[in-house]
Protein backbone atom coordinates (compact mmCIF):
# COMPACT_ATOMS: atom_id res chain seq x y z
CA UNK A 1 0.00 0.00 0.00
CA UNK A 2 1.24 3.51 -0.94
CA UNK A 3 0.25 7.10 0.11
CA UNK A 4 0.61 8.87 -2.96
CA UNK A 5 2.15 11.71 -3.10
CA UNK A 6 1.10 15.57 -2.64
CA UNK A 7 2.16 18.56 -2.71
CA UNK A 8 0.25 19.75 -0.31
CA UNK A 9 1.95 17.36 2.37
CA UNK A 10 5.12 19.77 1.82
CA UNK A 11 5.15 21.60 5.24
CA UNK A 12 5.57 25.68 4.87
CA UNK A 13 7.80 25.23 7.99
CA UNK A 14 10.26 23.06 9.76
CA UNK A 15 9.84 22.13 13.03
CA UNK A 16 12.33 22.94 15.73
CA UNK A 17 12.36 20.40 18.36
CA UNK A 18 14.02 23.41 20.77
CA UNK A 19 10.79 24.95 21.34
CA UNK A 20 9.69 21.78 22.93
CA UNK A 21 12.67 20.87 24.66
CA UNK A 22 12.24 20.89 28.90
CA UNK A 23 16.16 21.23 29.41
CA UNK A 24 19.28 23.48 27.83
CA UNK A 25 21.43 21.96 25.00
CA UNK A 26 25.37 22.23 26.97
CA UNK A 27 27.09 25.65 25.08
CA UNK A 28 29.75 24.33 22.65
CA UNK A 29 33.30 25.63 23.42
CA UNK A 30 36.52 27.14 21.70
CA UNK A 31 38.76 24.44 21.12
CA UNK A 32 41.75 24.00 23.02
CA UNK A 33 44.46 25.31 19.96
CA UNK A 34 43.26 26.38 16.73
CA UNK A 35 44.85 27.15 13.21
CA UNK A 36 41.74 29.24 12.66
CA UNK A 37 40.53 32.11 15.21
CA UNK A 38 36.98 32.13 16.14
CA UNK A 39 36.19 34.93 13.72
CA UNK A 40 36.89 32.77 11.12
CA UNK A 41 34.83 29.84 11.85
CA UNK A 42 32.12 32.01 12.50
CA UNK A 43 32.14 33.50 8.99
CA UNK A 44 31.91 29.83 7.55
CA UNK A 45 27.77 29.81 8.67
CA UNK A 46 25.56 32.56 7.45
CA UNK A 47 24.07 34.31 10.34
CA UNK A 48 20.64 32.77 9.13
CA UNK A 49 21.65 29.40 9.87
CA UNK A 50 23.37 30.55 13.57
CA UNK A 51 19.94 31.74 13.86
CA UNK A 52 18.08 28.34 13.30
CA UNK A 53 20.62 26.44 15.65
CA UNK A 54 20.00 28.41 18.73
CA UNK A 55 16.45 29.31 18.28
CA UNK A 56 13.74 28.65 20.35
CA UNK A 57 10.83 29.17 18.00
CA UNK A 58 8.89 26.04 17.31
CA UNK A 59 8.04 26.21 13.58
CA UNK A 60 10.70 27.89 11.71
CA UNK A 61 9.41 28.97 7.92
CA UNK A 62 10.72 27.24 4.58
CA UNK A 63 11.89 29.82 2.15
CA UNK A 64 9.74 29.97 -0.99
CA UNK A 65 12.33 29.59 -3.17
CA UNK A 66 13.19 26.35 -1.10
CA UNK A 67 9.65 24.71 -0.88
CA UNK A 68 9.75 25.42 -5.11
CA UNK A 69 13.18 23.23 -5.11
CA UNK A 70 11.29 20.89 -2.92
CA UNK A 71 8.43 20.40 -5.45
CA UNK A 72 10.90 18.61 -7.73
CA UNK A 73 10.79 15.16 -5.79
CA UNK A 74 8.58 16.16 -2.57
CA UNK A 75 6.55 14.74 -0.79
CA UNK A 76 8.14 11.54 -0.96
CA UNK A 77 5.67 8.59 -0.72
CA UNK A 78 4.76 6.45 2.43
CA UNK A 79 4.36 2.67 1.99
CA UNK A 80 3.56 0.11 3.27
CA UNK A 81 5.56 -3.23 3.48
CA UNK A 82 2.81 -5.88 3.44
CA UNK A 83 4.79 -8.60 1.56
CA UNK A 84 7.59 -8.32 4.20
CA UNK A 85 4.65 -8.27 7.22
CA UNK A 86 3.71 -11.37 5.67
CA UNK A 87 7.03 -13.01 5.24
CA UNK A 88 7.70 -12.68 8.76
CA UNK A 89 4.69 -14.06 10.29
CA UNK A 90 3.77 -10.74 12.29
CA UNK A 91 0.58 -8.88 13.28
CA UNK A 92 2.90 -5.48 12.95
CA UNK A 93 2.30 -2.89 10.66
CA UNK A 94 5.12 -1.89 8.86
CA UNK A 95 5.49 1.21 6.58
CA UNK A 96 8.50 3.42 5.14
CA UNK A 97 8.94 6.50 4.59
CA UNK A 98 11.40 6.47 0.86
CA UNK A 99 13.44 9.14 0.52
CA UNK A 100 15.68 7.39 -2.31
CA UNK A 101 13.74 9.19 -5.12
CA UNK A 102 15.56 12.21 -6.13
CA UNK A 103 18.97 12.94 -8.20
CA UNK A 104 20.65 12.49 -5.36
CA UNK A 105 19.30 9.44 -4.11
CA UNK A 106 18.71 10.45 -0.28
CA UNK A 107 17.40 12.55 2.34
CA UNK A 108 20.73 14.82 2.50
CA UNK A 109 19.00 17.27 -0.52
CA UNK A 110 16.53 18.68 1.63
CA UNK A 111 19.04 20.37 3.88
CA UNK A 112 21.60 21.23 0.76
CA UNK A 113 18.96 22.66 -0.82
CA UNK A 114 18.28 24.94 1.84
CA UNK A 115 21.97 25.69 3.14
CA UNK A 116 22.70 26.17 -0.87
CA UNK A 117 20.03 29.02 -0.76
CA UNK A 118 21.02 30.51 2.57
CA UNK A 119 25.00 30.84 1.87
CA UNK A 120 23.90 32.16 -1.64
CA UNK A 121 21.91 34.79 0.07
CA UNK A 122 24.76 35.56 2.23
CA UNK A 123 27.22 35.75 -0.32
CA UNK A 124 29.23 33.00 -0.56
CA UNK A 125 30.46 31.72 -4.16
CA UNK A 126 31.82 28.21 -3.20
CA UNK A 127 30.89 25.60 -0.81
CA UNK A 128 33.39 23.26 0.62
CA UNK A 129 32.24 19.66 2.20
CA UNK A 130 33.52 16.42 3.75
CA UNK A 131 31.19 13.53 2.50
CA UNK A 132 31.36 9.64 3.34
CA UNK A 133 29.84 7.23 0.79
CA UNK A 134 28.93 10.21 -1.02
CA UNK A 135 24.58 11.00 -0.62
CA UNK A 136 25.89 14.65 0.74
CA UNK A 137 28.63 15.57 -1.81
CA UNK A 138 26.27 14.28 -4.19
CA UNK A 139 23.01 16.68 -2.77
CA UNK A 140 25.10 19.32 -1.79
CA UNK A 141 26.44 19.16 -5.68
CA UNK A 142 22.56 19.50 -6.93
CA UNK A 143 21.60 22.40 -4.29
CA UNK A 144 25.21 24.38 -5.67
CA UNK A 145 24.11 24.21 -8.98
CA UNK A 146 20.38 25.04 -8.72
CA UNK A 147 21.29 28.50 -6.96
CA UNK A 148 25.00 29.10 -8.93
CA UNK A 149 27.48 28.26 -6.31
CA UNK A 150 31.02 26.31 -7.53
CA UNK A 151 31.19 22.78 -5.59
CA UNK A 152 34.14 21.11 -3.85
CA UNK A 153 33.96 17.59 -2.56
CA UNK A 154 36.07 15.85 0.06
CA UNK A 155 35.29 12.03 -0.22
CA UNK A 156 36.53 9.31 2.01
CA UNK A 157 39.23 7.70 -0.09
CA UNK A 158 38.07 4.08 1.06
CA UNK A 159 34.36 5.07 -0.72
CA UNK A 160 35.78 7.41 -3.40
CA UNK A 161 37.50 3.81 -4.90
CA UNK A 162 34.66 1.37 -3.37
CA UNK A 163 31.95 4.10 -5.32
CA UNK A 164 33.39 5.16 -8.38
CA UNK A 165 29.72 6.13 -10.16
CA UNK A 166 29.24 9.02 -7.03
CA UNK A 167 32.43 11.12 -8.19
CA UNK A 168 30.66 11.02 -12.10
CA UNK A 169 27.32 12.24 -10.76
CA UNK A 170 28.55 14.60 -8.45
CA UNK A 171 30.79 16.06 -11.29
CA UNK A 172 27.58 15.56 -13.59
CA UNK A 173 26.41 18.56 -11.18
CA UNK A 174 29.30 20.53 -11.57
CA UNK A 175 31.39 19.39 -8.52
CA UNK A 176 35.03 18.98 -8.21
CA UNK A 177 35.51 15.56 -6.19
CA UNK A 178 38.74 14.18 -4.35
CA UNK A 179 39.09 11.49 -2.67
CA UNK A 180 40.13 12.39 1.32
CA UNK A 181 43.17 12.32 2.21
CA UNK A 182 44.26 14.49 -0.67
CA UNK A 183 47.17 16.52 -2.08
CA UNK A 184 45.05 19.58 -2.17
CA UNK A 185 45.32 20.11 1.61
CA UNK A 186 48.26 20.42 3.81
CA UNK A 187 46.78 18.02 6.13
CA UNK A 188 46.10 15.36 3.48
CA UNK A 189 49.50 15.53 1.87
CA UNK A 190 51.16 14.99 5.15
CA UNK A 191 48.79 11.89 5.31
CA UNK A 192 49.87 10.78 1.65
CA UNK A 193 53.99 11.77 2.53
CA UNK A 194 53.08 9.32 5.41
CA UNK A 195 51.99 6.47 3.00
CA UNK A 196 48.46 6.68 5.01
CA UNK A 197 46.43 6.69 2.19
CA UNK A 198 43.48 4.66 3.90
CA UNK A 199 44.12 6.90 6.50
CA UNK A 200 40.75 8.59 5.94
CA UNK A 201 37.55 9.25 7.88
CA UNK A 202 34.32 11.38 7.56
CA UNK A 203 35.80 13.39 10.72
CA UNK A 204 39.34 13.71 8.40
CA UNK A 205 37.51 14.71 5.29
CA UNK A 206 34.96 17.81 7.31
CA UNK A 207 39.40 18.85 8.73
CA UNK A 208 40.35 19.22 4.61
CA UNK A 209 36.84 20.93 3.39
CA UNK A 210 37.36 23.68 6.68
CA UNK A 211 40.86 24.33 5.69
CA UNK A 212 40.26 24.45 2.01
CA UNK A 213 37.61 27.14 2.99
CA UNK A 214 39.47 29.30 5.02
CA UNK A 215 42.53 29.25 2.22
CA UNK A 216 39.82 30.78 -0.50
CA UNK A 217 38.44 33.92 -0.51
CA UNK A 218 34.56 33.48 -1.24
CA UNK A 219 34.64 29.76 0.02
CA UNK A 220 32.78 28.55 3.00
CA UNK A 221 32.05 25.03 4.45
CA UNK A 222 29.00 23.35 4.46
CA UNK A 223 28.33 20.45 6.95
CA UNK A 224 25.44 17.85 5.79
CA UNK A 225 24.42 15.80 8.90
CA UNK A 226 25.20 16.59 12.49
CA UNK A 227 24.68 20.64 13.03
CA UNK A 228 20.99 21.45 14.34
CA UNK A 229 20.30 23.27 11.16
CA UNK A 230 20.46 20.38 9.05
CA UNK A 231 18.60 18.46 11.35
CA UNK A 232 15.79 20.90 11.13
CA UNK A 233 16.08 20.96 7.94
CA UNK A 234 15.62 17.60 7.57
CA UNK A 235 11.99 17.39 9.30
CA UNK A 236 10.30 17.78 6.26
CA UNK A 237 10.50 13.88 6.27
CA UNK A 238 8.80 13.25 9.40
CA UNK A 239 6.24 16.31 9.01
CA UNK A 240 5.47 14.41 5.66
CA UNK A 241 4.76 11.50 7.26
CA UNK A 242 2.91 12.65 10.41
CA UNK A 243 0.31 13.96 7.52
CA UNK A 244 0.02 11.08 5.54
CA UNK A 245 0.08 8.55 8.36
CA UNK A 246 -3.21 11.14 9.98
CA UNK A 247 -4.62 10.28 6.56
CA UNK A 248 -4.84 6.94 6.92
CA UNK A 249 -5.97 6.80 10.43
CA UNK A 250 -2.88 4.96 11.64
CA UNK A 251 -0.35 6.29 14.63
CA UNK A 252 3.21 4.65 14.68
CA UNK A 253 3.90 3.33 17.75
CA UNK A 254 8.05 2.92 16.75
CA UNK A 255 10.21 4.98 14.79
CA UNK A 256 12.91 3.81 13.30
CA UNK A 257 16.14 5.74 11.34
CA UNK A 258 19.78 4.92 11.26
CA UNK A 259 22.02 7.33 12.66
CA UNK A 260 25.66 8.74 11.19
CA UNK A 261 25.25 12.19 12.97
CA UNK A 262 21.94 12.58 13.21
CA UNK A 263 19.50 14.64 10.18
CA UNK A 264 18.36 11.18 8.99
CA UNK A 265 17.12 10.07 12.28
CA UNK A 266 16.19 13.52 13.68
CA UNK A 267 14.42 14.50 10.29
CA UNK A 268 11.50 11.31 11.06
CA UNK A 269 11.96 11.24 14.57
CA UNK A 270 11.49 14.80 15.96
CA UNK A 271 7.97 15.56 14.22
CA UNK A 272 6.94 12.52 15.77
CA UNK A 273 8.66 12.90 19.58
CA UNK A 274 7.37 16.14 19.81
CA UNK A 275 4.32 14.46 20.88
CA UNK A 276 6.05 12.32 23.55
CA UNK A 277 8.06 16.05 24.65
CA UNK A 278 3.87 17.29 24.91
CA UNK A 279 2.93 14.16 26.73
CA UNK A 280 0.53 12.93 24.21
CA UNK A 281 2.16 10.03 23.08
CA UNK A 282 5.05 7.64 23.96
CA UNK A 283 5.99 6.25 20.60
CA UNK A 284 9.38 4.98 21.04
CA UNK A 285 11.95 6.16 18.51
CA UNK A 286 15.52 4.05 18.00
CA UNK A 287 18.38 5.07 16.26
CA UNK A 288 20.13 2.60 14.62
CA UNK A 289 24.14 2.40 13.93
CA UNK A 290 26.31 -0.01 12.74
CA UNK A 291 28.30 -1.90 15.33
CA UNK A 292 31.81 -1.16 13.88
CA UNK A 293 30.98 2.58 14.90
CA UNK A 294 28.66 2.18 17.82
CA UNK A 295 28.91 5.94 19.34
CA UNK A 296 25.42 5.97 21.19
CA UNK A 297 25.52 2.51 22.33
CA UNK A 298 29.42 2.33 23.35
CA UNK A 299 30.37 5.91 23.45
CA UNK A 300 30.81 8.15 26.29
CA UNK A 301 28.85 11.94 26.65
CA UNK A 302 32.08 14.18 26.54
CA UNK A 303 32.75 17.60 24.80
CA UNK A 304 34.94 15.95 21.65
CA UNK A 305 35.96 17.93 18.13
CA UNK A 306 33.36 17.70 15.27
CA UNK A 307 36.00 17.30 12.79
CA UNK A 308 39.65 15.11 13.22
CA UNK A 309 41.91 18.18 13.89
CA UNK A 310 41.22 20.08 16.71
CA UNK A 311 40.07 22.94 14.85
CA UNK A 312 36.32 23.18 15.24
CA UNK A 313 34.27 24.25 18.38
CA UNK A 314 33.66 21.38 21.01
CA UNK A 315 30.40 20.01 21.26
CA UNK A 316 29.17 17.68 24.21
CA UNK A 317 27.91 14.65 22.24
CA UNK A 318 27.94 10.66 22.54
CA UNK A 319 31.34 9.82 20.66
CA UNK A 320 33.90 7.52 19.73
CA UNK A 321 36.69 10.09 20.03
CA UNK A 322 37.92 12.39 17.01
CA UNK A 323 40.97 9.64 16.46
CA UNK A 324 38.57 7.25 15.86
CA UNK A 325 39.06 4.78 12.68
CA UNK A 326 36.44 2.64 11.36
CA UNK A 327 37.85 -0.03 8.53
CA UNK A 328 36.51 -2.59 6.69
CA UNK A 329 32.50 -1.76 7.03
CA UNK A 330 29.94 -0.65 3.89
CA UNK A 331 28.02 2.00 5.07
CA UNK A 332 30.64 4.76 4.44
CA UNK A 333 27.69 7.28 5.77
CA UNK A 334 27.24 6.02 9.30
CA UNK A 335 31.16 6.07 9.87
CA UNK A 336 31.37 9.32 11.87
CA UNK A 337 32.72 9.15 15.31
CA UNK A 338 30.41 10.87 17.06
CA UNK A 339 26.53 12.22 17.35
CA UNK A 340 24.86 15.65 16.84
CA UNK A 341 24.58 17.21 20.32
CA UNK A 342 20.98 17.40 19.84
CA UNK A 343 20.41 13.31 19.23
CA UNK A 344 23.30 12.62 22.20
CA UNK A 345 20.74 15.03 24.48
CA UNK A 346 18.23 13.53 23.44
CA UNK A 347 19.84 10.39 24.35
CA UNK A 348 21.28 11.15 27.74
CA UNK A 349 17.48 12.25 29.10
CA UNK A 350 16.27 8.76 28.31
CA UNK A 351 13.94 10.28 25.33
CA UNK A 352 15.54 7.63 22.64
CA UNK A 353 16.65 4.46 22.09
CA UNK A 354 19.95 3.00 20.39
CA UNK A 355 20.96 0.13 19.12
CA UNK A 356 23.68 -1.31 16.83
CA UNK A 357 24.19 -4.38 14.67
CA UNK A 358 26.60 -6.11 12.35
CA UNK A 359 27.15 -5.53 8.92
CA UNK A 360 26.18 -8.98 7.60
CA UNK A 361 23.32 -9.16 9.57
CA UNK A 362 21.85 -5.65 8.18
CA UNK A 363 23.01 -7.08 4.72
CA UNK A 364 21.05 -9.92 4.93
CA UNK A 365 17.72 -7.79 6.13
CA UNK A 366 18.49 -5.28 3.32
CA UNK A 367 18.62 -8.42 0.66
CA UNK A 368 15.23 -10.29 1.99
CA UNK A 369 13.34 -6.03 2.03
CA UNK A 370 14.82 -5.86 -1.51
CA UNK A 371 13.45 -9.09 -3.06
CA UNK A 372 9.95 -8.87 -1.25
CA UNK A 373 9.57 -4.72 -1.80
CA UNK A 374 11.53 -3.80 -4.61
CA UNK A 375 13.76 -1.34 -3.42
CA UNK A 376 17.38 -1.90 -3.14
CA UNK A 377 18.17 -0.01 0.48
CA UNK A 378 21.74 1.69 0.70
CA UNK A 379 23.83 0.51 3.14
CA UNK A 380 23.28 2.97 5.22
CA UNK A 381 19.55 2.83 5.36
CA UNK A 382 19.52 -0.96 5.25
CA UNK A 383 20.54 -0.38 9.34
CA UNK A 384 16.71 0.90 9.97
CA UNK A 385 15.35 -1.89 7.62
CA UNK A 386 17.10 -4.50 9.57
CA UNK A 387 15.93 -2.91 13.30
CA UNK A 388 12.17 -2.64 11.81
CA UNK A 389 12.25 -6.40 10.88
CA UNK A 390 13.76 -6.95 14.67
CA UNK A 391 10.95 -4.79 16.35
CA UNK A 392 8.46 -6.19 13.93
CA UNK A 393 9.46 -10.43 15.04
CA UNK A 394 9.59 -9.58 18.40
CA UNK A 395 5.95 -8.17 18.24
CA UNK A 396 5.12 -11.57 16.79
CA UNK A 397 6.44 -13.56 19.70
CA UNK A 398 4.73 -11.13 22.11
CA UNK A 399 1.41 -11.25 20.05
CA UNK A 400 1.25 -7.05 20.14
CA UNK A 401 0.43 -5.49 16.29
CA UNK A 402 2.32 -2.21 16.86
CA UNK A 403 2.82 0.37 14.22
CA UNK A 404 6.22 0.55 13.07
CA UNK A 405 7.59 3.57 10.71
CA UNK A 406 11.22 3.73 9.39
CA UNK A 407 13.11 5.87 6.68
CA UNK A 408 14.04 4.01 4.02
CA UNK A 409 16.60 7.11 3.65
CA UNK A 410 18.43 6.18 0.07
CA UNK A 411 19.03 3.41 -2.56
CA UNK A 412 21.42 1.42 -3.09
CA UNK A 413 22.49 1.57 -7.05
CA UNK A 414 25.69 3.11 -6.13
CA UNK A 415 26.38 0.14 -3.46
CA UNK A 416 26.55 -3.05 -5.26
CA UNK A 417 30.07 -3.45 -4.69
CA UNK A 418 28.91 -3.91 -1.06
CA UNK A 419 26.11 -6.32 -1.76
CA UNK A 420 28.70 -8.40 -4.38
CA UNK A 421 30.81 -8.85 -1.33
CA UNK A 422 28.15 -10.14 0.57
CA UNK A 423 26.63 -12.21 -1.86
CA UNK A 424 29.62 -13.98 -2.82
CA UNK A 425 30.29 -14.74 0.93
CA UNK A 426 33.32 -12.09 1.41
CA UNK A 427 31.90 -9.79 4.21
CA UNK A 428 33.11 -10.00 7.47
CA UNK A 429 31.79 -8.41 10.47
CA UNK A 430 34.45 -5.57 12.11
CA UNK A 431 34.82 -6.28 15.86
CA UNK A 432 35.47 -3.16 18.02
CA UNK A 433 36.99 -3.80 20.99
CA UNK A 434 36.87 -2.00 24.43
CA UNK A 435 40.83 -1.80 24.17
CA UNK A 436 40.04 -0.28 20.39
CA UNK A 437 37.31 2.43 21.96
CA UNK A 438 39.13 3.04 25.17
CA UNK A 439 42.76 3.90 23.15
CA UNK A 440 40.46 6.22 21.13
CA UNK A 441 39.32 8.09 23.90
CA UNK A 442 42.41 9.10 25.31
CA UNK A 443 42.88 11.82 22.97
CA UNK A 444 39.45 13.36 24.20
CA UNK A 445 40.21 17.13 25.16
CA UNK A 446 40.93 17.85 28.56
CA UNK A 447 38.33 20.36 29.44
CA UNK A 448 36.18 22.19 32.32
CA UNK A 449 32.38 21.85 31.60
CA UNK A 450 30.13 24.61 32.35
CA UNK A 451 27.68 24.13 35.67
CA UNK A 452 24.05 24.31 34.91
Known amino acids: MQVSSDE ?23 PESSAASDEQLKLQLPLALVRQSTSRE ?14 AWRST ?26 ASGSHKLSTAIAQAYYYAAAGAKRLVTGTGAGQWGTALAIGCQAFGLECKVYMVGTSFRQKPYRKTIMQVYGADVVPSPSPDTASGARLL ?34 ESYSILHSTVIGLEARTQSERLGIRPDVVIASLGAGSNFGGIAFPFLQDRLRGTSEVRCISVEPSACPKLTRGVYRYDYTDGSGITPLQKMYTLGHRFRTAGMHA ?30 VFASAVLFSRLEGILPA ?65 LPTVLEPTA
Open 77 to 102: PLIRAERLERSLGTQAQIWFKYEGGN
Open 58 to 71: RNIPIPPEVRDRYR
Open 379 to 443: PESAHAVHAAIQEAARARDAGTAPVILFCLSGHGMFDLSAYAQYLDGQMEDVEVTDEDIRASLEA
Open 193 to 226: NEGRMDAGNIAFAVTEALEDALANDGSQLSVGSG
Open 8 to 30: NDIPTHWYNILGDLPFDLPPDLP
Open 332 to 361: GGLRYHACSKLVSALRHHGLIEAVAYPQTD
